[in-house]
């Protein structure tokens, strides 16, 4: 199996420009804005460990050179980021009707990094909640 070249260092954009995303809780939560549900990143997740979370993220598809998202948690929640331009934008993931699911091989691996961070109860209850 061949070696996978390491990415180069991916910027994270907090949006503090663009409050969609942003609240002053520490916990993660979707709230109802008309019909859409948006995610908020919770107030402990600094700019410096979300783009730490970036970059120490799983790429996917995997395997791909430049992916189109990338997974990774923090406190058992599943975050997910997207290329917005010159940057990558996170907020919390959850299943939405019309899109496929994680793919398995990304949420096994999220699953071993829950057990690796000591965070699997609140990580299945994240999927219970928001996964399918």
Request: aromatic residues 12%; charged residues 30%.
């Given at each position: 199996?061949?070696?996978?070249?390491?990415?180069?260092r991916?910027?994270?954009?907090?949006?503090e420009?663009?409050?969609?995303h942003?609240?002053?809780?520490?916990?993660?939560?979707?709230?109802r804005r008309?019909?859409?549900l948006?995610g908020?990143?919770?107030?402990?997740?600094?700019?410096?460990?979300a783009?730490q979370?970036?970059?120490d993220g799983?790429?996917?598809?995997?395997?791909?050179e430049?992916p189109?998202?990338?997974?990774?948690?923090?406190?058992g929640?599943?975050?997910?980021a997207?290329?917005s331009?010159?940057?990558?934008?996170?907020?919390p993931?959850?299943?939405?009707?019309g899109r496929?699911?994680?793919?398995?091989?990304?949420?096994?691996?999220?699953?071993?990094?829950?057990?690796?961070?000591?965070?699997?109860s609140?990580?299945?209850?994240?999927?219970?909640?928001?996964?399918?």
């Open positions: 199996m061949p070696s996978e070249r390491p990415r180069q991916l910027r994270y954009d907090p949006g420009h663009r409050l969609k942003c609240w002053n809780k520490p916990n993660a939560e979707f709230v008309g019909s859409a948006i908020k990143c919770p107030s402990t997740l600094s700019k410096q460990l783009e979370r970036l970059n799983i790429g996917y598809p995997i395997g791909q430049t189109e998202r990338i997974y990774n948690l923090y406190d929640v599943v975050y997910e997207v290329y331009g010159d940057s990558w934008h996170g907020y993931w959850r299943y939405r009707p496929k699911s994680l793919p398995r091989q990304i949420k096994q691996e999220l699953e071993r990094r829950a057990e690796q961070q000591d965070c699997l609140g990580y299945k209850h994240w999927m219970k909640e928001h996964g399918r």
